[in-house]
């Protein structure tokens, strides 16, 4: 089974850091696009940051500067370096993959998430 295993959330005080990881784990054979999302109460799901295979990047514009994408491939895991974190980046953040895998012998291509994990930024 495929899964996205999210880490390294939790509560920090504004102009604060924190590093998101995420590591992705089943019988996969090839991981494309990655990303991070967040929900925060009340809105919808947004694009944070996005990275290719290739290590082509993409940020949403209020993170422009203050977030870093990374992600090591042998590893299968993406990463989220938040820095200058201010109390409106509050909210679940979810990892994201396009992804192939083999199920029951059979080669698939997939859109995976991780269960999300809580970033709180107190003022």
């Known amino acids: 089974q495929v899964q996205l295993v999210e880490s390294g959330g939790g509560l920090v005080q504004a102009g604060g850091s924190l590093r998101l990881s995420c590591v992705a784990s089943?019988?996969?054979?090839?991981?494309?696009?990655m990303g991070w999302y967040r929900q925060a109460p009340g809105k919808q799901r947004e694009l944070v940051a996005g990275?290719?295979?290739?290590?082509?990047?993409n940020y949403e514009d209020s993170v422009k500067g203050r977030f870093t994408i990374s992600r090591d491939n042998a590893k299968n895991t993406v990463y989220l370096q938040m820095n200058s974190l201010k109390p409106e980046d509050t909210a679940v953040y979810y990892c994201?993959?396009?992804?192939?895998?083999?199920?029951?012998?059979?080669?698939?291509?997939?859109?995976?998430w991780g269960q999300g994990t809580l970033v709180t930024v107190s003022s």
């Open positions: 990275i290719t295979s290739g290590g082509s990047t």
């Open positions: 994201n993959a396009d992804l192939g895998a083999k199920y029951n012998g059979v080669y698939k291509y997939l859109e995976v």
């Open positions: 089943g019988n996969i054979f090839r991981i494309d696009d």
